[in-house]
């Protein structure tokens, strides 16, 4: 089964500064999807990021990227210019490849303040 | 209009009693999922149906069972509820062999069981 890991229960950042938030997972599979998901207090879930782990180009939204280290199963999410829209929980989320979809294992999430 | 919504978004029940939540979608999409969230917990799957004849159990589904009336109607059901089934919970479509296996996420229901 594959496990995904959030060890930052929350995290502090100056508004207009950058933070990065770390995830790591563990799979035996070679193909999958990794994604990091946005929660504000709506508690809508809001895919922010998604990286495809045969492509070794990380992936970057805006002000959004990633640090995707295949061979460490490493996650990391980096904000940059941060703002104060960018405060929730976030998720790292992990999928198997292929058409077989079984659903998505998620981190227990982190909690970004923004201080202005 | 929402592509993937849910009913109702808010729902307090009492210990013992049935209660289903419901979602729908207009996304067109075979697969559906339930997903419980828990603070501290992150999001877990309770159910997936991949079609109409194919529900599958996740990784918390003893005290749920679902219904597949349709490509587009996904149900959960408590038969019991209990109080530690308080929770906000997901529903999810995507599509076979869709982009990145994306799944797109209804509101939410938040379930409170006193």
């Known amino acids: 089964a594959q496990t995904v890991t959030q060890s930052q229960p929350e995290m502090s950042v100056q508004e207009a500064e950058t933070v990065t938030l770390s995830c790591t997972y563990d799979?035996?599979?070679?193909?999958?999807?990794l994604f990091w998901y946005k929660q504000p207090p709506s508690r809508q879930m809001i895919l922010v990021i998604r990286q495809e782990a045969y492509k070794q180009q990380n992936a970057t939204e805006n002000r959004f990227s990633v640090n995707f280290q295949k061979a460490a199963k490493s996650f990391s999410l980096k904000i940059s210019d941060s703002q104060l829209g960018d405060a929730a929980m976030y998720f790292c989320a992990y999928t198997n490849g292929g058409g077989g979809a079984d659903g998505l294992t998620f981190g227990k999430g982190t909690h970004l303040i923004i201080q202005p | 209009d929402a592509d993937v919504t849910q009913t109702p978004r808010n729902r307090i029940t009492k210990t013992g009693k049935r209660i289903m939540l419901e979602c729908s979608q207009t996304k067109g999409h075979d697969r559906m999922y339930w997903y419980r969230q828990d603070p501290g917990l992150g999001l877990r799957l309770i159910y997936y149906s991949f079609d109409v004849k194919d529900i599958n159990k996740g990784e918390i589904s003893d005290g749920y069972s679902v219904s597949r009336q349709a490509q587009a109607k996904f149900s959960l059901s408590l038969e019991s509820a209990i109080p530690n089934q308080t929770a906000l919970y997901f529903c999810?479509?995507?599509?076979?062999?869709?982009?990145?296996?994306?799944?797109?996420f209804g509101p939410g229901t938040r379930l409170t069981v006193l």
């Open positions: 999810a479509t995507s599509e076979p062999w869709g982009f990145y296996n994306e799944q797109f």
């Open positions: 799979t035996s599979e070679s193909d999958y999807y």
